[in-house]
């Protein structure tokens, strides 16, 4: 049986494993619409002012706003329209005092204008437009650089890029983004009962859903799957099997042979290639539920998770140990564990007093939602709608409507 020193709080377990997780150094140059998710390789700074010149942000008339400070209803102001501008067009002449000029979004604003009045804010006669109200400078244009000055920061090296910025990218001239490469992780279920779906379910056999809901989180997080299978409970093929994997992935998962019975030999397993390839054992256990049999280990280069074949439990020390690890092995700048505060929108009934327990539960905004136990909260495909875990301590209290409560984000 394993030394209490060996069974660790979720804290002190992902700070060791974090401690051993190298972030993937290679990189990828990729269009950028095929970056989006993906983790920046390197720090970006504007070098072109956005907008590129002084800009109009409505369909109106440029003029100058010294022109019509008196217009008012009773004594409107009525000015001259000299030119015409359009986006993609040049800025035209400069304008003269009393002088107006007709201008869509996105022109160039004319040296001397310094305001557009709105196009149904005026009335048009002839080579005139007349003007009823006062505008101040800088009303409805836009100054060269107003939105991105030259050697502003768009991107850091380890930001997911997203939309927005890869849209910034892009006003920029950039049609391609450097980011580094997914990172490799190999999976592998253990259990002689285990049977892949789409095979005929043996006599005493059950279908492996870890895989499946594991495989579908890590796809998810961005993590490439270097190779996924299933391994009855026999030590040198189980040995193969994850010498292998660890030898092609950054992070090695298993799932099934974690406790304490005679056919549980990932632990084992676990020490003797540590010993062999270099590396510790992190730990052999968790102070929480669900998830208490779970270890981890350093393997040479790469990290060995190790959970239960518990898919519920498995799932929980997935999303709190293996999320995180994945983010910073991905080259994330911020990979860590997100806490806030929440209040309970509903009761939880019973809380075991003798563990610290993570129960998934939706988030949203400050407004906590958790499933009634009576719901069969064990069933994965239920989690779907889960954002959250509810951080409860040993000894708690059931949790009532309106408690303040620690949560987790995932």
Not at 215 to 233: E, F, H, K, W, Y
Request: aromatic residues 4%; hydrophobic residues 35%.
């Amino acid at each position: 049986m394993s030394e209490k020193k060996d069974i660790l709080p979720l804290e002190k377990a992902l700070a060791a494993l974090l401690a051993c997780a190298r972030p993937t150094e290679k990189t990828e140059h990729l269009p950028l619409l095929e970056a989006c998710g993906r983790v920046s390789a390197a720090d970006i700074c504007a070098s072109l002012p956005q907008p590129p010149f002084d800009r109009a942000q409505v369909d109106g008339y440029a003029l100058r706003s010294a022109d019509i400070t008196l217009a008012n209803p009773d004594f409107p102001v009525t000015l001259p329209v000299v030119q015409y501008l359009y986006a993609g067009g040049g800025p035209g002449d400069p304008l003269l005092p009393g002088q107006a000029a007709r201008i869509t979004t996105g022109a160039m604003m004319p040296q001397g204008a310094d305001c557009v009045m709105w196009q149904e804010d005026t009335t048009v006669d002839g080579c005139g437009v007349t003007i009823r109200h006062k505008l101040s400078p800088g009303r409805n244009c836009h100054p060269c650089g107003h939105d991105v000055a030259v050697g502003r920061s768009l991107v850091r090296r380890g930001d997911v890029l997203h939309s927005g910025t890869l849209g910034l990218l892009a006003g920029q001239g950039h049609t391609h983004a450097y980011v580094y490469s997914c990172p490799t992780v190999s999976m592998l279920s253990t259990g002689d009962e285990l049977c892949p779906p789409g095979h005929p379910l043996p006599r005493g056999g059950i279908y492996n859903i870890s895989g499946t809901l594991l495989g579908v989180r890590l796809q998810n997080l961005g993590a490439r799957i270097q190779s996924m299978s299933t391994c009855p409970d026999n030590y040198d093929k189980l040995r193969r099997n994850v010498e292998t994997m660890l030898g092609q992935s950054h992070l090695v998962i298993t799932t099934g042979g974690v406790s304490w019975g005679p056919r549980d030999l990932i632990s084992r397993l676990a020490e003797e290639l540590a010993a062999r390839h270099g590396g510790h054992m992190l730990f052999r256990g968790l102070h929480m539920k669900p998830g208490a049999m779970t270890l981890g280990a350093a393997v040479g280069g790469s990290v060995l998770l190790g959970l239960s074949g518990n898919p519920v439990a498995a799932a929980a020390a997935f999303e709190l140990l293996a999320r995180p690890l994945i983010r910073k092995i991905s080259g994330r700048a911020r990979y860590g564990l997100q806490r806030q505060r929440g209040i309970m929108r509903n009761d939880f009934g019973s809380c075991r007093k003798d563990a610290r327990r993570f129960m998934m539960a939706r988030l949203e905004g400050t407004e906590v939602y958790m499933r009634p136990e009576n719901e069969s909260i064990g069933q994965p495909a239920l989690w779907d709608d889960c954002n959250c875990f509810v951080d409860i301590p040993a000894g708690c209290p059931p949790l009532r409507r309106g408690m303040e409560v620690d949560v987790i984000l995932t």
